[in-house]
């Protein structure tokens, strides 16, 4: 069974299945940055409220 292979559309079917992988990755990664900033945040915010 021969099947005609077109590279092009190979490489594209690629590229569709894995663009998403580095946009999941891409949002973990802001989302991360924003939790522990908010961690950083909240912590500070502890310390003023006790000396207070």
Same mark, same amino acid.
């Given at each position: 069974m021969n099947? #005609? *292979?077109d590279v092009? +559309?190979?490489t594209h079917s690629v590229q569709?299945?894995?663009? #998403?992988?580095?946009l999941l990755t891409a949002?973990?990664?802001?989302? +991360?940055?924003?939790?522990g900033r908010?961690?950083?945040i909240i912590? &500070?915010? &502890? *310390?003023?409220e006790d000396r207070v």
């Open positions: 099947l #005609p *292979v092009t +559309s190979v569709l299945a894995v663009a #998403p992988v580095f949002v973990a990664g802001m989302i +991360s940055a924003v939790a908010l961690a950083r912590d &500070r915010a &502890r *310390v003023l």
